[in-house]
């Protein structure tokens, strides 16, 4: 089984600097121009999906629709971003004195982290990716599905897949990987990761802290 992750493409919160999480902004027009890019690619390399899942977020919806007919895409609950409770939607410079530990507990240290004040904590996140994974592995094995999801509901799948512990989740979010790069794991009996943030055919970087 092939499994292709991506992350949606850049929004203005992604320009201004913004937690998203849960919450929301529009794709730019270097958004448009990075997904329209991924689709060429695809098309040039002949490659093509059995199964075609995105988080329904409308930032992730509306990158897989730019790529792919809305009526192979599957929403899953189960790939939406991770809460970040009272931080979603501030800018990351502005983060007051007292939540700053908290969110570089977050990117720098999580095993340190517990959560963010009403949002999700990572064990409820991995919970969510092995539900996910436990159900995409009863697929057929000769199967090629595409994920489209989120900054950090990637670095923990990506990472669940993987057998990361906590600590080591700053291998794979330093940087953020790029919205509609494209990332290939293998399973067979496990997961295999076979290459990571590929983006050479991207005209637009996405070079933001995060999400």
């Known amino acids: 089984m092939k499994i292709y992750l991506t992350r949606h493409s850049k929004t203005i919160w992604n320009n201004e600097l913004r937690l998203q999480g849960r919450g929301d902004s529009p794709l730019t027009d270097d958004g448009k121009a990075n997904a329209l890019a991924l689709k060429k690619y695809l098309k040039d ?59 570089d507990d977050l990117w720098n240290h999580p095993e ?22 436990n159900d995409i592995k009863k697929l057929d094995q000769n199967s090629s599905i595409l ?20 600590k080591d989740y700053i291998k794979i979010n330093h940087p953020v990987v790029d919205g509609c790069s494209l990332t290939l794991v293998e399973y067979i009996d496990d997961y295999h990761l076979i290459y990571y943030n590929k983006h050479d055919y991207l005209p637009h970087r996405m070079e933001d802290i995060y999400n």
């Open 45 to 103: 390399i002949s490659l093509d999906f059995d199964y075609i899942y995105s988080s329904p977020i409308k930032r992730s919806y509306d990158t897989a629709c730019l790529l792919f007919d809305k009526s192979r895409i599957i929403k899953d609950e189960r790939l939406v971003e991770m809460d970040f409770g009272k931080l979603e939607g501030q800018k990351i410079h502005e983060l007051k004195d007292n939540d700053k530990q908290i969110y």
């Open 147 to 166: 994920i489209m999801t989120h900054g950090m509901y990637f670095i923990v799948l990506l990472a669940t897949m993987l057998h990361l512990d906590k």
């Open 112 to 133: 340190k982290f517990e959560r963010i004040p009403g949002g999700e904590s990572y064990e409820e996140v991995i919970c969510r990716c092995q539900s996910f994974l």
